[in-house]
């Protein structure tokens, strides 16, 4: 793997109604199951969100047709190829989904979310 040409930061989140859909898009994509940070607007259970971070290849910001360098939410395309899409609650878990060119963190300030952190047993 050529580590260095990951030089894009992305990070997404999905409803939790979405998720199977979610991950087996992300699957179809290379990633396996990615959405698996849970998210909420208290920090508590129950899971509203689900989340990942990672980086990306510049060609992979294409297939989403993502802008590289725009963090804004409303203006982020949110749309992949029809090739990866074959149901309908795949084509609603895409358009449902907000990616972002940059840090997790920021992402959630964004969007009015917190990381669940499970206790420890």
């Known amino acids: 793997m050529d580590i ?3 030089t894009v930061e992305l990070s997404g989140i999905i409803e939790a109604s979405l998720l199977a859909e979610g991950n087996t898009l992300a699957e179809k994509l290379g990633f396996g199951s990615i959405f698996t940070v849970k998210l909420s607007a208290t920090g508590n259970e129950p899971a509203t969100h689900y989340g990942f971070h990672t980086w990306v290849r510049p060609s992979f910001m294409d297939t989403l ?28 878990a895409l358009g449902g989904a ?5 840090g997790f963190e920021a992402m959630l300030r964004q969007n009015g979310l917190k990381r669940i952190v499970g206790k420890l047993v």
Do not use: L
């Open 65 to 92: 047709n993502i802008s590289r360098t725009d963090n804004d939410p409303d203006k982020i395309k949110r749309r992949s190829s029809e090739k990866i899409i074959s149901t309908a609650k795949e084509k609603q």
């Open 98 to 102: 907000i990616f972002f060119n940059g």
């Open 4 to 6: 260095e040409h990951y």
